[in-house]
């Protein structure tokens, strides 16, 4: 009896890659590909592909190209990413920022903590480069930790916002306009643009 070898999704989704390679494959073409054919193969439903994808860039498989588009090159071996800065690099980007947090320019003489934060956060496809780090201290290091989850807030007032100019509908137009007014007055996620 042949035994089929388990593979994992993460190696599943890989393959798909590798035997494609040096193309631009974009989430949208590979997850509906692989869901299906592990669905088939397995009869189990692919948990977390994007996560997977991720993982396999975070661990140096896979280039990312852009937003939602990655490839795998043969001849690309990339070094996997550290979680966080090696301590050299952590001592350039402290160097850089004179100890001092970026935003409040306070640092260890005032007895903060600093932090090496990264600009584009790792799970986004940052990386660990003297360009993509910050001095924070520990308040805007968690200042910014805990905006990232609101990210996701602003960016769906924003398509309800739209969707609700098309609709004509002005209740919910007024509705989101006053939220999206409310993160524009405390210049939370700034960095997401909302065209009035
Ligand atoms: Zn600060």
Redesign the pocket.
């Known amino acids: 009896m042949i035994q089929e070898k388990k593979v994992s999704q993460k190696e599943f989704i890989f393959d798909y890659y590798r035997n494609n390679p040096n193309r631009d494959i974009e989430h949208k073409e590979i997850v509906p590909i692989v869901t299906k054919n592990w669905e088939t193969r397995y009869g189990k439903k692919l948990a977390d592909p994007d996560r997977a994808i991720r993982s396999l860039f975070e661990e140096g498989k896979l280039i990312k190209v852009r937003i939602g588009v990655y490839k795998y090159d043969p001849d690309f071996v990339a070094k996997p990413q550290a979680k966080t800065f090696p301590d050299n690099l952590k001592k350039k980007i402290f160097e850089r920022d004179n100890y001092k947090?970026v935003?409040?320019?306070?640092g260890q003489e005032e007895g903060?903590e600093i932090h090496a934060d990264h600009i584009i956060p790792r799970s986004r496809g940052g990386q660990n480069t003297l360009e993509n780090g910050q001095t924070?201290?520990s308040?805007?290091n968690m200042l910014k930790k805990n905006l990232q989850q609101t990210e996701t807030g602003k960016k769906m007032f924003i398509r309800l916002y739209e969707l609700a100019q098309k609709e004509q509908d002005e209740q919910l137009e007024n509705f989101t306009k006053e939220i999206l007014e409310i993160y524009e007055k405390y210049d939370i996620n700034g960095h997401i643009d909302w065209n009035k």
Request: glycine share 10%; proline share 0%.
């Open positions: 947090c935003i409040c320019g306070q903060l924070l201290c308040r805007h």
